[in-house]
C-alpha cells in the first residue's frame, strides 16, 4: 500500500514573499503568498498600486467560502447542515449562493449525462477520498465491495434531490431523500476562483494576479511588464514537469482533473479520486487529465470533472456546448485539443 501526498512539504507553512516596484513599472509591486486551503495548496501572485491585505484577504475568502457554504466535513458549513436533513422529510431553504450553485450543477448534470453528479457523496465517502490526500486511514485502505457500492450508489445521484425556485425567489429550496449526501469537491476550487475575481475586480488597486487553487487557476488584469500570463500543465506521466504551457492574456479560469492528482495503490492497481456515477468506481475513460478554459471557475472546474468522466469524444462536445477550450492527455499519451485551446498551448520538447 502506498500514499500519496499532493502538498509539497513547504506548503504547511505560509510564505510570503514581497518585491518592491521589481517589475518594470515603478509604483506596482507584486505580492506573493502560499498557503492550503480546500486540502490543497493556495499560491497567489497579486501586483498592486497600492500594498493592502488583498492576499490575507483572497486567503481568508477562500476559507471562509469552505467553513461557511461548501465543505461537506465541517459542522460549520450550510452544505453539511443541508446533508443532515436527508431523510428527514423536510424541505431546507438554501442561501442566495448555494441555490445558483446547485441549480448550475443540476444543468451541468443534465447537460452531461450525469457523468457529473454533486449528489455522488455517499460513494465518494465509502471511496474515503479525503483521506488520501491527508494520509489517513491509508493503511487500511480496502476497495469497497460490490454490494456497498450498489447501496451507497442507490442513494447518490441527483434524483435524490429536489430543487425547487419559487417564482420570482433567488433562494430555492432543497430537499434530500434519506442517506443521499452533496459533495462539491469537484466544483469548489473553481467556485474559490470566482469569489476572488469578484474581490480583485472590486479593488481598483490591483492591476493583475495569478491564483492557483489546487488544480485550478485563475489569471486576471495583466503583468506590470507586459507579457503574458504562462500556466504550466502537468505532464500526468510525471506531475513535477510540464507537458506544455498555456500563453494567456486577461481573465482566464482553468482547471485540470487528472487520475495522477489524488489516488492509493492497491494490489497493483491505481484507484484514483474522479468516479463514474454509472459504476461508483474510478472512471475509467481512455484518459489520464483534462485540462478545461471556461468563462468561470464552477464551469472550468465542473467541466473538467465531467469531461474526464466522459473521455475525448463526448468530453470534446461537452466542452464546446459550453463554449469552453479543453485539452485532453489520454494514457499512452497522446494530445488532443479544441481548436481555440491549440492557439494558447506550446508543447515543452
Ligand atoms: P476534481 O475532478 O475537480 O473533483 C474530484 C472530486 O469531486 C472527488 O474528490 C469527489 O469528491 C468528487 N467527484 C468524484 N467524481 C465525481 C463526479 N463524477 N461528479 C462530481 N463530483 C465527483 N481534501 C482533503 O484531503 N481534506 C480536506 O479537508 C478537504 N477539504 C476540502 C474542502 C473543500 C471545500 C473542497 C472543495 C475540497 C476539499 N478537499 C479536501 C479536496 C477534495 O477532497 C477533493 O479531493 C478535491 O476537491 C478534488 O479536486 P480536483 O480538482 O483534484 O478534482
Ligand atoms: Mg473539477
Keep these: 500500500m ?19 516596484g521589481g517589475c518594470g513599472q515603478g509604483k506596482v509591486q507584486e505580492i506573493g503568498r502560499v498557503d492550503t486551503a480546500m486540502g490543497t495548496v493556495v499560491q497567489q501572485t497579486v501586483y498592486v498600486t497600492e500594498m493592502g491585505k488583498q492576499t490575507e484577504d483572497i486567503l481568508s475568502l477562500i476559507l471562509e467560502l469552505e467553513e461557511e457554504t461548501l465543505s461537506w466535513r465541517l459542522e460549520t458549513s450550510e452544505l453539511f447542515q443541508v446533508n443532515a436533513y ?22 451541468l448534470t443534465e447537460d452531461s449525462g450525469g457523468a457529473f453528479d454533486v449528489a455522488l457523496g455517499p460513494v465518494a465517502r465509502l471511496w474515503n477520498i479525503d483521506s488520501w490526500a491527508a494520509g489517513l486511514h491509508t493503511e487500511s485502505f480496502q476497495v469497497p465491495g460490490k454490494q456497498e457500492l450498489e447501496e451507497a450508489l442507490a442513494q447518490s445521484g441527483m434524483e435524490q434531490l429536489r430543487l425547487e425556485f419559487l417564482p420570482g425567489e433567488e433562494c430555492a429550496d432543497v430537499y434530500l431523500e434519506e442517506g443521499a449526501a452533496l459533495d462539491l469537491g469537484a466544483v469548489g476550487k473553481g467556485l474559490a476562483l470566482d469569489v476572488i475575481s469578484r474581490y480583485l475586480e472590486a479593488d481598483a488597486h490591483v492591476t493583475g494576479a495569478v491564483v492557483s487553487v489546487g488544480g485550478s487557476v485563475l489569471t486576471y488584469g495583466e503583468k506590470p511588464d507586459g507579457t503574458s500570463w504562462r500556466v504550466g500543465i502537468a505532464n500526468p506521466n510525471n506531475s513535477s514537469v510540464n507537458l506544455g504551457i498555456l500563453t494567456l492574456t486577461g481573465q482566464w479560469y482553468i482547471s485540470t482533473s487528472g487520475d495522477y492528482e489524488r489516488y492509493v495503490e492497491s494490489g497493483g492497481v491505481r484507484y484514483h479520486h474522479i468516479l463514474d456515477p ?7 475513460s481512455g484518459l489520464s487529465s483534462v485540462t ?21 469524444e463526448r468530453g470534446m462536445a461537452l466542452a464546446q456546448q459550453y463554449g469552453a477550450e479543453a485539452l485532453f492527455v489520454e494514457k499512452d499519451g497522446e494530445i488532443f485539443m479544441t481548436p481555440g485551446m491549440e492557439a494558447l498551448f506550446q508543447p515543452v520538447e
Design 278 to 284: 454509472a459504476t461508483g468506481y474510478p472512471a475509467d
Design 86 to 107: 436527508a431523510g428527514s422529510g423536510r424541505w431546507v431553504e438554501l442561501s442566495e449562493e448555494l441555490s445558483r450553485i446547485l441549480e448550475q450543477c443540476a444543468k
Design 292 to 312: 478545461v478554459l471556461a468563462e468561470n471557475g464552477l464551469l472550468s472546474d465542473g467541466l473538467s470533472t465531467a469531461c474526464f468522466v466522459l473521455g475525448r
Design 2 to 20: 502506498k500514499k500519496f501526498f499532493r502538498q509539497p512539504f513547504w506548503a504547511v507553512l505560509p510564505i510570503f514573499m514581497l518585491f518592491l
